[in-house]
């Protein structure tokens, strides 16, 4: 099937569902290309599917001058986050499947979308994940074991978030949105927006999936971001399923020309593409951080795995359809585009390439050591004081577990 084909089999899947009237004012190209395609010339993009440089056209004109400004140095430290994050991802996928996590929720395909989005946050500004962020995690410097404790069932999280300035993931679909708007609201009230001073001014990012934009929260979250003009940047990456659900069943207008609802632009990025990511995600926190409010950044991407290691998502796509995206890949865009501009060569690329397999391979070894907690555990820590409910569920959970105590067993 050709990326023609597919373009098409999702149009006439639309059908039906969308007819646009001459009242609703001009049809939207999303509307016309279809949403699953990336000939929509609404897109920004810097680097074709094989690595060749883009043209500045009107859509990537405005992100321009970020893009040329990025060196070799830079080129090399993004390519470098994607493959280790791969392979880190690779990893968790792989000890889910050998008994030593229970769940695995894989970003394969979505590193660029996350890596651009991950460095193009200073150190003062905060993320709030989902449960897949692993590539935003990194760049922030969550060391990666830490990730796996939640999967592994030994901990709430794993991290402590203001180290890295990294919110614990997030299971609840959409939740985050609401705690990245109350905390960025807070930055506006401290006074650390729009100073002027580029190590004080701060904002929060907010990372979702395209199933994540129906929810209450999500709304709730663009609302008050908008009348609060606070300064939060919502990353929505748009995977185009949520776990069975495809796009056409979740939105007529895709999340990018929704911000204008609410009140703040809304931008599309090719999310395969990590210099796109990265120079419209800069852009959107720049902004944020000099007091000009919130921007919605929709990066259209592909979920090359499945939902979860608990998903089989040959029951409900086609394997012609991970094909095409298989020839969009990230790190082979990225590669293409180094080598063509020599900002490496392959001496580099494979020295990522073993740096990729110590540490995975330090990753699980920390996984197979992390020590199983005491059963009562997950009791402390729900509230700072003292609680009679929670206290008498402990009790309780206890008892129920002395009671599988054999003779002479300590419960
Ligand atoms: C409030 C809520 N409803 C339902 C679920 C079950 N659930 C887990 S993941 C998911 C789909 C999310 O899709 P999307 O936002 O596109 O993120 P993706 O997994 O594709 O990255 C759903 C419905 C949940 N975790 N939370
Ligand atoms: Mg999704």
């Known amino acids: 099937m050709s990326d023609n084909e597919v373009a098409g089999h999702a149009r006439s899947r639309m ?64 390519y470098r986050d994607l493959v280790l994050v791969r392979r880190i991802d690779a990893e968790g996928f792989a000890l889910q499947r050998q008994g030593e996590l229970g769940l695995w929720p894989s970003l394969f395909g979505q590193e660029a979308a996350q890596v651009g989005a991950g460095r193009a946050l200073r150190e003062q500004d905060y993320a709030f994940p989902g449960y897949r962020e692993h590539g ?129 632009p809304g931008v599309l990025v090719d999310g395969n593409d990590p210099l796109a990511t990265y120079a419209v995600a800069k852009d959107a926190l720049d902004k944020a951080r000099s007091g000009q409010g919130p921007t919605l950044i929709e990066a259209y991407t592909y979920r090359m795995g499945a939902h979860t290691t608990s998903d089989d998502p040959s029951k409900y796509r086609s394997s012609a359809e991970v094909e095409i995206w298989k020839e969009k890949d990230p790190i082979k865009r990225m590669r293409g585009f180094m080598t063509e501009r020599g900002h490496a060569d392959e001496e580099f690329f ?19 050591e992390m020590p199983d907690p005491e059963l009562p555990t997950m009791f402390d820590q729900q509230y700072t004081e003292h609680h009679p409910l929670v206290e008498a569920e402990r009790e309780e959970f206890l008892a129920y577990h002395a009671g599988f105590a054999e003779e002479g067993d300590q419960a």
Not at 350 to 366: G, L, P, S, Y
Request: with cysteine; aromatic share 10%; charged share 20%.
């Open 136 to 264: 935003v995690a990194w760049c922030r410097g969550v060391p990666p074991e830490n990730l796996l404790g939640m999967f592994r069932g030994v901990n709430h999280g794993g991290w402590d978030s203001n180290e890295n300035n990294f919110h614990l993931y997030t299971i609840v679909i959409g939740n985050q949105m609401l705690h990245a708007t109350g905390y960025a609201m807070g930055i506006a009230a401290d006074g650390d927006m729009g100073t002027g001073d580029p190590d004080r001014d701060a904002a929060v990012m907010a990372f979702t999936g395209d199933g994540g934009t129906s929810q209450g929260d999500f709304n709730e979250a663009l609302v008050f971001a908008a009348v609060a003009n606070a300064p939060c940047v919502f990353f929505v990456q748009n995977n185009q399923w949520a776990i069975s659900e495809p796009n056409e069943k979740q939105f007529i207008i895709p999340p990018y020309q929704r911000a204008r609802g609410f009140g703040f």
């Open 15 to 78: 059908e039906g569902a969308f007819q646009p009237s001459p009242e609703m004012g001009p049809t939207p190209p999303s509307q016309i290309y279809g949403h699953f395609s990336d000939e929509n010339p609404e897109m920004v993009q810097f680097v074709d599917a094989d690595g060749n440089r883009l043209e500045t056209n009107e859509t990537n004109a405005p992100y321009a001058k970020i893009v040329e400004e990025m060196t070799s140095e830079d080129a090399r430290i993004i």
């Open 350 to 368: 494979d020295a990522i390439d073993a740096e990729a397999d110590e540490i995975a391979a330090r990753v699980r070894k920390a996984c197979q």
